[in-house]
Each structure stands twice: as C-alpha cells, then as structure tokens.
Nanobody
Framework: QLQASGGGLVQTGGSLRLSCAVS????????MGWYRQAPGKQRELVAA???????NYADSVKGRFTISRDTAKGTVYLQMSSLKPEDTAVYYC??????????WGQGTLVTVSS
C-alpha cells in the first residue's frame, strides 16, 4: 500500500526529498511517517505527521528535515536538507491505521558522503 521513492547518494550538506505514495486516501491512517535504519542500528523514527496535521521529529533531524503531505496526491514527503553522513540509512515509509495496524513501504537507501 505504501510506495517509497527518492533515495540516493548525496554529498554532505546536500538535500533529498523522499516520497511515500499510498493507494487510497491518506486519511485512512491516524499517522504516517518515516523511519530509518542504519547498519547495525535499530530502526528509529525520523518524522511523523498525524491525520490532523501535527508533526514531530527526532531531535537529530529537527531544523533540517520537514515532513509534509499532499492529500490530493495521497503522498507524504520528507524533505531532507543539510544532510550529514550520520543520516545515511535505509528510510522506510510507515503508516498506522486504527492506532493498531502498521504498514511499511519498501526501504529506500539514502547515502550521504563526507
């Protein structure tokens, strides 16, 4: 149900935008967001946006990443700026329905070179 895209290789300080397209309305989900998993590390929340439009971010990305959505297109975006090597990870789109059911997109690799 979730199709992620937009990863790639970028230099330190660069920008990338990830997209997560859903089939059907995004308002079916109480929250959508992005997680990431770096090699040897646990998956962590990067940013999330609730059905009502509230957002939250991991401290490590505040001020650099912005999550947004286009309801007409059924797409959630993660705009990433001022990228650092430590942002290198596989990024996963996530959606939760009825506060219980979790859905994951396929991962998209972001590599930030120093």
């Amino acid at each position: 149900q979730l199709q992620a895209s937009g990863g790639g290789l970028v230099q330190t300080g660069g920008s990338l935008r990830l997209s997560c397209a859903v089939s059907g309305s995004i308002f079916r989900f109480n929250v959508m967001g992005w997680y990431r998993q770096a090699p040897g590390k646990q998956r962590e929340l990067v940013a999330a946006i609730t059905r009502g439009g509230s957002t939250n971010y991991a401290d490590s990305v505040k001020g650099r990443f912005t999550i947004s959505r286009d309801t007409a297109k059924g797409t959630v975006y993660l705009q990433m700026s001022s990228l650092k090597p430590e942002d290198t990870a596989v990024y996963y789109c996530h959606a939760q329905r009825d506060y219980s059911y979790d859905f994951w997109g396929q991962g998209t690799l972001v590599t930030v070179s120093s």
